[in-house]
């Protein structure tokens, strides 16, 4: 029997449902509705409890009460002991229905709707990445934690970048987006703000990065500029830049995949704040 906290849903015209499924499917969705679906356990617990000491909390986005938590009626059984009372509203829906919302090839039994986060003011001074028209989903989210992980609180993400709460860039984020200030759908001019040095990363031309380390010579804090796919750092976003900073490939390959080459460029940074502790 369903105690009385907790809302059964069987019909899959439920307007709940139908928002659900929008949410899971429409990359845009939240923008409309104001409402975030994070699929999964793991994202779930991100955004609940997020993992970062007291003093990088600031502007964290996670840590609130969700809106909604949804469960299927076979984990229910078992997750109510942790999960009860976890949301302002809790609902349980038969396997197929929860599954029919999913845009996973397997489901998720559980997931929270959080209301879409305050988009918070840009810090001047803050370690920031900023990405530049990226256009791939799977991209913009391994960025975010490669950012999460390497001490970067901020990610600006500008007109014509993945939507950054959408459901592929979550999935991929793997609940980095509760450890970041995030900043999306903003013009060039919002980064007139920043006050620290910016990088802009090139495969044709600029210092080696290799050789900044070893100088010692890459700023902390910094912006890093990361851009399209295929097209690189915009010339207009080039001529902001302090620095070009190219990556060497001894294999000889023109280019690397850029989530690929933010995570050397980060995971630098991070080892020139780490030297000068």
Known sequence: MTSPEVTSITSR???????LRRLAQDPGAYRKLGRVWL???????????????????????????????????????????????CAHKTVVLPDALLHGVSGLESPAP??????????????????????????????VG???????AFGFEQVVALKGTAALWAP??????MGAHFGLRLIEGVTVHALDALQVPVLATSSHGGQWLHEAQVERTLPHPCAWLLGHEGQGVS???????????????????????????????LHASAAISLWDQ
């Open 142 to 148: 391994s960025i975010l934690r490669s950012a999460a």
């Open 13 to 19: 015209d439920n307007p709940l449902l139908k928002d």
């Open 235 to 265: 010339p207009e976003l080039q001529q902001r830049a302090t620095r070009l900073i190219r990556i060497a490939q001894p294999g000889g390959e023109e280019s690397l995949n850029v989530a690929a080459a933010a995570a050397i460029c």
């Open 39 to 85: 699929e999964g356990d793991h994202l779930c617990r991100a955004a609940r409890e997020p993992g970062a000491p007291p003093s990088r909390r600031r502007g964290r986005r996670g840590g609130g009460r969700p809106a909604v938590a949804v469960f299927t009626e076979s984990f229910w059984q078992a997750a109510q002991f942790e999960w009860a009372g």
């Open 110 to 139: 559980m997931g929270f709707v959080i209301d879409t986060p305050v988009q918070p003011e840009l810090m001047p001074m803050a370690p920031t990445v900023v990405l530049d028209r990226l256009q791939d989903a799977g991209n």
């Open 168 to 173: 592929k860039v979550l999935r991929a984020g």
